[in-house]
């Protein structure tokens, strides 16, 4: 109790330094285990979590291929991939003994507007039809599956109905609330459009629901696009059986009325994705690349907590070495000039054992505390906190980080109690009994000790 009274006491005296002690403890533990609960749920998306997605395979353009497109140049789709094509990549499914969970495609081309019905948003440096095919883009899909993965972006249906897919609606189409509102249409409304290689030829479409985009739109593809049928808010989703009903497209031909094919491969592994994309790799012509919409949709919904993994993982590095070194000045500190008190105590019969006892009670009072808080307050901060910077994701704290960091926090408390009892052994019996220049010969020992200085 001498020596707990002693050490509490001490710890009062220098309230400025106790209370920096103890929060810096506080601050270093807290953050030790918040970084190791966006460490876990950045391990948890990036790895396991990504392990057990069934993604779907794509083979597209590459940005510089793309980069060469000119939509009022028919020869353009010549670089259009065609079945030949895709039937050689579904070949390296089979002869690599791959697992393919579904297939489902999409294609496009352009089509004009007419006289009296439906107009396009304009575009910034429209050309006639004759030269771009038309001012809308057609685009079906064989499955809502295939919806998801539109390389215009992702879209909502506000108003209406999805497509149908089993030909229930053969004539039904999507339009996008801007084209909708320019031309005064609503669900139920019919519109009528034209062929790209023919403008006699025109086909009767029903606006069967009205969508909104959910995505920034691809560069070229929005309101900045040069010619109306880039616009993807000039795009009129329809079911692919109602594409086929029209007769327009053409595989064979070198204009417009040539599809645009887009064939997803659907697996229901990463490693048989994988495989998949080794084999097909050897298969893909220049300009062309494989990649898959449902990793790259899953690497953006995680890209908070990995950016939040990536700036913790910097900052904690940060704070251990600023909170380490200052803890260790704080704690020297504390002892440096305490050379007068422990020669006193010694000369007074107080063991050197008792004397270090003290000073390291003196570190550890204010270092358990704080890191006793930094763990509590860590254990139910840390899910919120992670939810608010990470958008909602989990970084929630389980019993072996709390151990992990408590003991790393517990030997980092035992050797700064163990630097503040080395005060003590450094003070030695020279230093306790040395005369002093005009000293009298008879003095005593008690009064050279109120003398000394460590």
Known sequence: ??????????????????????????????????????????????????????????????????????????????????????????????????????????????????????????????????????????????????????????????????????????????????????????????????????????????????????????????????????????????????????EWANEKASDWSKPDLSYVFEFSSMSDYNKFVKNVKKTIKVGYEVSSPTIAKYEQKIKPITSLNERMNTVSIALLAAGGVLLLALVLLSVWKRGNEIGTALICGVSRGRMGWQLMLEAFIPLLVGLGLGLLVGGFASKPLGASLATGYATTIDGGMIWHVGWIGLVCVFVLGIVAALRVCCFGPKKLFAARTGVAAGTTAATAAEEAQA
């Open 1 to 246: 109790m001498f020596v707990l009274k002693n050490a509490w006491g001490q710890l009062m005296r220098h309230k400025l330094r106790t209370l920096l002690i103890l929060v810096i403890a506080v601050v270093v533990a807290f953050g030790s285990l918040f970084t190791l609960s966006v460490r876990q749920a950045n391990t948890t998306a990036t790895v396991t979590d990504r392990a057990s997605l069934a993604p779907g395979a794509i083979v597209r353009m590459t940005a510089d291929q793309q980069a060469k497109y000119d939509g009022t140049d028919s020869s353009w789709v010549k670089n259009y991939l065609t079945t030949d094509t895709y039937n050689g990549y579904y070949a390296v499914v089979t002869t690599a003994n791959i697992t393919l969970a579904n297939v489902n495609a999409s294609e496009s081309f352009p089509v004009r507007q007419t006289s009296g019905s439906i107009q396009a948003i304009a575009g910034k440096s429209d050309a006639d039809a004759s030269k771009t095919g038309g001012e809308f883009t057609l685009k079906a899909f064989t499955s809502v599956d295939t919806a998801r993965d539109n390389d215009l972006g992702s879209y909502k249906v506000v108003k209406g109905k999805h497509l149908s897919y089993s030909g229930k609606a053969e004539k039904g189409a999507l339009i996008s609330q801007a084209l909708a509102s320019k031309n005064n249409l609503k669900v139920g409304d019919k519109f009528t459009v034209a062929s790209p290689s023919d403008a006699k030829k025109t086909t009767e479409l029903v606006v069967r629901g009205i969508y909104e985009y959910t995505d920034e739109a691809p560069a070229g593809h929005g309101s900045d696009a040069k010619l109306a049928k880039d616009n993807r808010d000039n795009a009129i989703y329809v079911a692919y059986s109602t594409m086929y009903t029209t």
